[in-house]
């Protein structure tokens, strides 16, 4: 979060709760292959001798390392859980792809969780949110130092898009918004946690705790969209969670990597539109990432009234993945920018952090000088203003 301190920025993409988690982690980040990474780990390993005196499903028995992306490896695959468990022995360990979605486990972790074996976990947040965490407070504590840096890099505003999100993570980021409340924050809340909101509607306002608000003030989070988060393997239900938003009165934000995907959610939302009884221009419906898509769906988005928030920094910090795995065509089609604007389609950038950091001047940067693609390209001055808060 180095960028120039311009105010108005918005990170209309990221996970709070991931940064601090990450701050926290081993930073495997810049590992180019599996042995540097296990090194790594090894050497936290060696430095983190005692392992507390909880027992293993004390936070601080653990170790969480974070960062690594096969692509990017050397030998392009995740390591296996022996090379996890000869770096780890017996510390109960978990390592975190860059993404968030997929994580390696060893032998130790998957004992303490109740596992019959250790594995490479993709999308099972279910089971890694048994993985012991900090406490309440020491959490809150770190959310406000993500706070704090994304007001030194000038933002004034973020979503926070993570799709597990209940109401008990909506208060925490609220008391954490004490510690920096120059940086607005709105939260999505998760399609499977909306009975948690009680009721409490899309806009309006949650607070956090009177013990936080007696220490540091009161703070509080906007409640956001709806996060639809399709399983990797079924987009299908895709339509079944719009629904359960749309009962709900709340506009969704779908995460839509792939053509499959957008497709099922163009369709999904065609066929549900939202019902907005009251008066001026409602919020739109978001489409997360739009990583790819055909020229037709694009001309579909503008025609719905869908919004797109999207990550310019992907584009050029996997170029690499992207060369190696895309067809030229396919290259075409990947992260528009250029053409969501010319279609006249509400765009906003944003990071995904902590999977990229958020860095305004890095956007414009990517955004303007991207060698993928070079037609999706668009001037600095478009590039900035996609940085700001509208």
């Not at 653990?62 to 096969?70: H, N, P, S």
């Not at 607005?184 to 946690?193: K, L, N, P, S």
């Not at 409490?200 to 969209?225: I, K, L, N, P, Y």
Request: net charge negative; hydrophobic share 45%.
């Amino acid at each position: 979060m180095n960028a120039a301190a311009t105010p108005g920025y918005l990170d209309d993409h990221l996970h709070l709760l991931a940064c601090a988690a990450a701050r926290r982690s081993v930073d495997v980040s810049d590992a180019a292959s599996i042995p540097d990474m296990l090194a790594l780990v090894r050497r936290a390993v060696r430095g983190r001798s005692d392992h507390g005196s909880g027992g293993d499903m004390a936070a601080d028995a653990w170790l969480r390392a974070w960062g690594y992306d096969d692509a990017l490896l050397v030998e392009r695959r995740h390591p296996t859980v022996a090379e996890l468990d000869a770096a780890t022995a017996d510390r109960p360990t978990v390592l975190y792809h860059i993404t968030g979605h997929v994580a390696v486990v060893n032998t130790a972790a998957a004992h303490a969780l109740g596992l019959a074996a250790a594995d490479v976990l993709t999308e099972r947040h279910d089971l890694l949110a048994r993985v012991p965490r900090p406490d309440r407070s020491t959490t809150v504590a770190a959310v406000g130092e993500v706070l704090v840096e994304l007001a030194a890099s000038g933002f004034t505003a973020c979503t926070d898009t993570t799709h597990t999100n209940d109401v008990a993570a909506l208060e925490l980021l609220a008391d954490a918004s004490a510690a920096e409340p120059s940086v607005e924050i709105t939260a999505m809340i998760g399609c499977d946690r909306l009975d948690t909101l009680g009721d409490v509607s899309f806009g309006m306002d949650v607070t956090g705790s009177r013990a936080a608000a007696a220490a540091q003030g009161q703070g509080c989070v906007r409640v956001g969209h709806v996060k639809v988060m399709p399983p990797h393997d079924d987009e299908g239900v895709v339509a079944e969670m719009v629904a359960v938003a749309r009962d709900r009165g709340f506009p969704v934000a779908v995460h839509a990597m792939d053509i499959d995907t957008l497709q099922a959610t163009l369709d999904a939302l065609e066929a549900q539109p939202p019902s907005h009884p009251e008066p001026g221009r409602p919020e739109p419906d978001r489409i997360e990432h739009c990583a790819l898509a055909l020229p037709e769906q694009l001309d579909r988005i503008a025609r719905l009234g869908i919004a797109v928030v999207t990550q310019p920094s992907f584009v050029t910090r996997r170029a690499q993945k992207y060369q190696e795995q895309l067809s030229a065509i396919e290259q075409g089609w990947l992260w528009p920018l250029a053409s969501l604007v010319r279609r006249g389609i509400r765009v906003t950038f944003s990071s995904d952090a902590p999977t990229v950091p958020a860095d305004p001047q890095e956007w414009i940067e990517a955004a303007t000088s991207r060698t993928l693609a070079p037609a999706e390209r668009v001037d600095h001055t478009t590039a900035r203003r996609l940085c700001q808060r509208g």
